[in-house]
């Protein structure tokens, strides 16, 4: 069994990753470390983590496996400063949004001989407002969280990882399990692929009809109550911050790309066709996908 | 106090204006009638109307107050039947999502010495499924009820209503408070500019999300679970009805068309900048909006 988690970034994601592990039964200890010591503070404070370490380094050394989980740049970052410090039976996983460069750079970097073991990870789950202090321990519930592992995916096959970085990933995928998540594994690029249409187009969409409507309305609060509940859920990823976001554009430019355009020009359809019957077929369509 | 109201539409809206009537104390006696001998019937049954009518009219002539709550062109026409069946002492009021035009027809065959009274209204709420087997006595509940009769949209001034119509409608007003509404008065024109903006291009643009992805993904219905919270509220409006939304599209077209191109340009604005310090500002004008 796992005896001692790092986690490195205690936001919102490695404070729930904290608090879902225990409410899950993990009965080893959590350091955690985070760029800001407030933050790392909080968490400690939620019972996220049992203590805070000095450094990542120290922090990650110390433990069995280690979770990243600081936005993608941050993540790719402690990869390089990591993988020549840990030994072949430590594995570090990470719980970031894009996966293509992440599993890149593990495929370079560990799951090879010697070196220490990386599962590229991303749960399905989050909130508009980053920060511990937003940290649940039921985030991950009914949540797809998704392995990017496939053999396919590692220029290493993962049988070249040790024995117990082996047994250490399935103990990963059990307890992600035990915090109520699916599992799903895809290929890292087919991941990317993916969430730009089922996470990155959304966000983006409400942070443009968001900063929209504070252009158009927002000079007078009393009309943003008018709207009802639809418009609250179409602008409530709008106050999502750019820290995240930010590495998730620069990391899936290209697909991002092609489903903005995509939606640019479904937009132009509709209002070309407001009075035509063409608009009947957009809300079927648009039914379909809602269907139960 | 009003002893009888006639509902006429009983569907999601018709069929929860009864039932939240009901709800908030109201003893006099509610009859319905619906295009739909079962939409009517299941209105019944649930208790949102206590029996039906025969036809519309006979509805409307038995009552003080009638309410119109199919979708626009059908309250257009049902206004054009009333007018010459009605006597002055008589409330016509609506719950339509555009009021220009009905505001107009209301100036041209209601409003005046002899004939009966009409307050168009409006009440932000809703929900993406129709009929009255969806109704909910707490629909309205902190939502906004927009009014439209300010004196200056008015071709002949609300003095001209008889004292018996003009109380009529402060009860009706104190009905709808009653319900848990807050009451919002509004020019027409006003009103249709503004709801082009917090309600029809966040349902429009829930259709296009919804259509697109129904395009993209839609064959793999695993892959629709990967998405999260953001996904299912960002295309919950997806499966609104096509049927309530032609009319709307219809008869608010030039303001929606403008709202739909800015959206447009503020989604190209943000893919041409994935890489760019523009894209903070987005994020940050979004934020701006949903700030508490």
């Known amino acids: 069994m796992i ?24 009965a080893g200890s959590i350091v955690g470390w985070d760029r800001s010591e407030e933050g790392a503070r909080k968490a400690l404070e939620l019972g996220a983590i049992d203590s805070i370490a ?19 740049f941050a993540t790719l970052d402690l990869m ?10 430590h594995l570090v996983t990470d719980v ?36 511990a202090e937003h940290a649940d321990a039921k985030l991950f519930r009914h949540a797809v969280w998704i392995f990017t592992d496939a053999p396919e995916a590692l220029d290493m096959p993962v049988a070249q ?7 250490l990933a399935e103990e990963w995928r059990g307890l992600v399990q035990q915090m109520g998540a699916r599992i799903l594994d895809l290929d890292p690029v087919r991941h990317d692929e993916l ?48 820290s995240m976001w930010r590495d998730i554009a620069h990391t899936n430019t290209e697909a991002i790309e092609q489903a903005l355009l995509k939606l640019e ?6 209002r070309e066709n407001l009075r035509t019957p063409e608009l009947r077929d957009e809300f079927e369509q648009a039914n379909r996908f809602r269907k139960e």
Chains 1, 2 share one sequence.
């Open 96 to 131: 970031g949004s894009t996966k293509a460069q992440i599993a890149a750079s593990a495929a370079r970097l560990y799951n090879a001989p010697g070196r220490p073991a990386f599962l590229p990870g991303h749960p399905m789950a989050g909130k508009e407002r980053g920060g």
């Open 161 to 167: 990882r040790s024995q117990r970085a082996a047994e």
């Open 265 to 270: 020009q479904r937009l132009a359809h509709i």
């Open 80 to 89: 390089e400063q990591l993988a020549p410090m840990l030994g072949p039976d």
């Open 54 to 72: 000095s450094d990542a380094i120290t922090a990650a050394c110390e433990a069995e496996v280690t979770v990243l989980a600081p936005p993608i």
């Open 195 to 242: 969430v730009a249409w089922v996470s990155h187009l959304p966000q983006l969409t409400a942070t443009a009809l968001s900063a929209l409507l504070e252009d158009e309305v927002g000079e007078a609060p009393e009309l943003k109550e008018v709207g009802g509940r639809g418009l609250r859920e179409m602008t409530r990823l709008g106050a999502s911050p750019f």
């Open 3 to 26: 005896e001692r988690i790092a986690i490195l970034g205690t936001g919102l994601l490695g404070a729930s990753v904290g608090l879902a592990a225990r409410a899950s039964g993990f």
